[in-house]
T-cell receptor, first 112, second 110 residues
């Protein structure tokens, strides 16, 4: 039972490069989320998708785009990476009303 | 004002003591509340969910919710060194967002 799978686990980018972080869940969950975590700042919501075909901005959406490709997959794209986007990125999903989040293992991204 | 606030840490308690963690939130329409524990370098893991006013107990953990005061707390009884971690309060808001507080770092001293 894989749960939430994130790829890659680690990535180093140069300023201005682009990349896509992939996330897939096999729990048939409707809602999916992308967070970033910086030291001492908890998790900050970047974007979320309450259902297939919908996406909404979270607390820190600038510099990111997302795609809810289907019910299973929710990708996060950095079009032009900046050093301020150095962080650990977590994808999460949840089922029905009141359900908790299930997290992937995270992607550690460094932008030089 | 941040949507979810937690008591600033770090919090240190001796082994066997009660650790008290607090959280306040700003969206009165919020319906679901969660406490997660996160060890360094790991993903958050769920400790408790609470949806109704009052207390909810699970082993050594008790979550308390007061919607009128927009306040959620987590008590850890008989604290153990293995409880040393960062504790994250999360709130599902009326728009289906799930927002986290900044976290409280807990150290349990043997």
């Amino acid at each position: 039972n894989a749960g939430v799978t994130q790829t890659p686990k680690f990535q180093v980018l140069k300023t201005g490069q682009s990349m896509t972080l992939q996330c897939a869940q096999d729990m048939n969950h409707n809602s999916m989320y992308w967070y970033r975590q910086d030291p001492g700042m908890g998790l900050r919501l970047i974007y979320y998708s309450a259902s297939e075909g919908t996406t909404d901005k979270g607390e820190v959406p600038n510099g990111y785009n997302v795609s809810r490709l289907n019910k299973r997959e929710f990708s996060l794209r950095l079009e032009s990476a900046a050093p301020s986007q150095t962080s650990v990125y977590f994808c999460a999903s949840r089922g029905g009303v009141g359900s908790p989040l299930h997290f992937g293992n995270g992607t550690r991204l460094t932008v030089t | 004002q941040k949507e979810v606030e937690q008591n600033s840490g770090p919090l240190s308690v001796p082994e066997g003591a009660i650790a008290s963690l607090n959280c306040t939130y700003s969206d009165r329409g919020s319906q679901s509340f969660f406490w997660y524990r996160q060890y360094s370098g790991k993903s958050p893991e769920l400790i408790m969910s609470i949806y109704s006013n009052g207390d909810k107990e699970d082993g050594r953990f008790t979550a308390q919710l007061n919607k009128a005061s927009q306040y959620v707390s987590l008590l850890i009884r008989d604290s153990q060194p293995s409880d040393s971690a960062t504790y994250l309060c999360a709130v599902r808001t009326s728009y289906d967002k799930v927002i986290f507080g900044p976290g409280t770092s807990l150290s349990v001293i043997p």
